[in-house]
């Protein structure tokens, strides 16, 4: 679970829940709890997505959403490490030595990528082959990224809607005083849902998104650089420096301790062993 997501969400809610029970003469959380409004903000904002959106793509948040709050570990320096150890054993042993190495990585887009080489593309078709591949994926990426954006801009707006509706609704029964509390509470509790979920939630949840993308596909940048090294027979200190050239200073370390880099794997990345050894789970 990503902590800093959960911790921005909670944080913030139980400011909001401080303020409101030490605020004098506020009568608990009955005037936050205005069915009208949210019906107002919430179905606004799910019904406008619905026609900006394919059904299908829509549907897809609750799937795309679950990537907000898990936890991602960067393995880049298990990447290079990974590499490494295949270029030293297609040295040694020739690419078809590799077949073995290959059905025990997890990362599809690594496997599909060393099988071609295995195969004997040659290295045009195999850029080709990735980066098309690597294109598509950024495509799908951005469509979960543009629905969280538009469901932020949409709510906040829904939100000044449910106060121009209340307004016009209290003016319109200005003469029974009674009517004029509620339909005040209805226009401004829709503005606190439209601008509170616009501004905590799906804005931000789609900056995690884009970043969760910007993570993934600089790895499978590294991925397409590793195999197009290997595919050429580039010595493995070569392949090591070239990829070193991706990485941070701390993850540089990694390489240089592949344990070190095999026990910070993240969960779908195949751990490696020392140069000269192949990947394993």
């Known amino acids: 679970m990503d902590i800093a997501t959960v911790m921005g969400i909670v944080v913030f809610l139980g400011m909001a829940v401080a303020m409101i029970l030490h605020s004098e003469g506020v009568a608990g959380f009955a005037p ?24 299908k793509q829509v549907i897809m948040v609750g799937k795309i959403t679950r990537k907000v709050f898990t936890q991602v570990v960067d393995d880049t320096a298990g990447v290079v490490v990974s590499f490494v150890a295949l270029s030293k054993k297609a040295k040694q042993e020739g690419f078809l ?26 290295q045009e078709f195999i ?21 969280y954006n538009a469901l932020g801009t949409y709510s906040p707006a829904f939100g000044i809607i ?17 009517q004029v509390p509620r339909r005040m509470a209805l226009a401004l509790s ?6 509170g979920s616009g501004y905590l939630l799906f804005l931000p949840m789609g ?3 884009r970043r969760r993308s910007e993570e993934e596909l600089f790895v499978k ?15 493995p200190s070569v392949v090591e420096a070239n990829l070193k050239a991706y990485l941070g200073p701390t993850q540089r370390l990694l390489v ?12 779908g990345t195949p751990p490696a062993e020392p140069p000269g050894g192949a990947p394993k789970r």
Do not use: W
């Not at 590799?98 to 599909?112: G, T």
């Not at 121009?164 to 029964?173: D, E, I, P, Q, R």
């Not at 940048?221 to 010595?235: F, N, W």
């Open 32 to 55: 936050f709890m205005n069915m009208e409004a949210i019906l107002i903000v919430m179905g606004g904002t799910f019904c406008a997505t619905l026609v900006n959106y394919p059904l």
């Open 97 to 122: 030595a590799l077949a073995q190495d290959v059905e025990r990585l997890e990362d599809d887009y690594m496997k599909r990528g060393i099988q071609m080489v295995i195969d004997g593309q040659d």
């Open 127 to 147: 850029r080709n082959m990735l980066e098309t591949e690597l294109g598509f994926i950024r495509e799908r990426h951005k469509i979960g990224q543009e629905i």
């Open 162 to 178: 449910g106060t121009v509706l209340g307004m016009v609704l209290m003016l319109n029964s200005i003469d029974d005083v009674s």
């Open 190 to 195: 829709a503005a606190f849902y439209g601008l």
């Open 207 to 209: 900056g995690k998104l």
């Open 221 to 235: 940048e590294i991925i397409i650089r590793g195999v197009l090294l290997l595919q050429s027979g580039a010595a």
């Open 256 to 267: 240089r301790n592949p344990e070190e880099a095999a026990a910070a794997a993240a969960p």
